[in-house]
């Protein structure tokens, strides 16, 4: 009996993995459809997470629209442009090319052009500032004569 009740306790946190069960449709092929589609589009809550594996719960009212916009009999893309006209484009994970978006698409690589110049820039300037600075013969033999020394001491 003790056995048996400490077997039951040392299974005790895998039950704790257990994740919740998500919304199914009725109909696996709209269900099929709808994480489909939802795979295209971000959760506004997790913004770096899909609508389909986002576990907010906004997301799975979306995920809930969705499928009733499926059922009405409506195109993914009369879906897509519906959440579109509610959210904006950053609903979208591959958001369209616009005159407001520029910025998004190519910010990073201007800020990193901009990085890069502003490294080759410094770098220039540090090696006109810093002087060569040579060493007078008689440095140059006091420096040989350490370095000799120093060899001998260690063999």
Not at 40 to 57: F, I, P
Not at 60 to 71: A, H, I, Y
Not at 98 to 124: D, E, M, S
Request: glycine content about 6%.
């Amino acid at each position: 009996m003790m056995r048996i009740l400490v077997l039951l306790l040392c299974l005790m946190p895998v039950f704790g993995y257990a994740g919740e069960a998500k919304d199914l449709a009725e109909d696996p092929v709209l269900e099929k459809r709808m994480i489909g589609l939802a795979e295209k589009l971000r959760c506004l809550v997790c913004q770096n997470e899909s609508l389909a594996s986002s576990h907010a719960e906004l997301a799975e009212d979306l995920r809930r629209e969705v499928r009733e916009q499926m059922k009405k009999d409506k195109t993914d893309q009369e879906i897509i442009d519906y959440l579109v006209a509610r959210y904006g484009d950053f609903v979208l994970y591959d958001p369209p090319m616009k005159n407001y978006t520029i910025l998004l698409w190519f910010g990073p690589f201007a800020l990193l052009l901009g990085g890069a110049g502003a490294l080759i820039y410094q770098l220039r300037k540090r090696r006109q500032t810093v002087p060569e600075i040579s060493l007078s013969v008689e440095a140059q033999q006091r420096a040989a004569a350490l370095l000799n020394q120093d060899k001998d001491n260690q063999a």
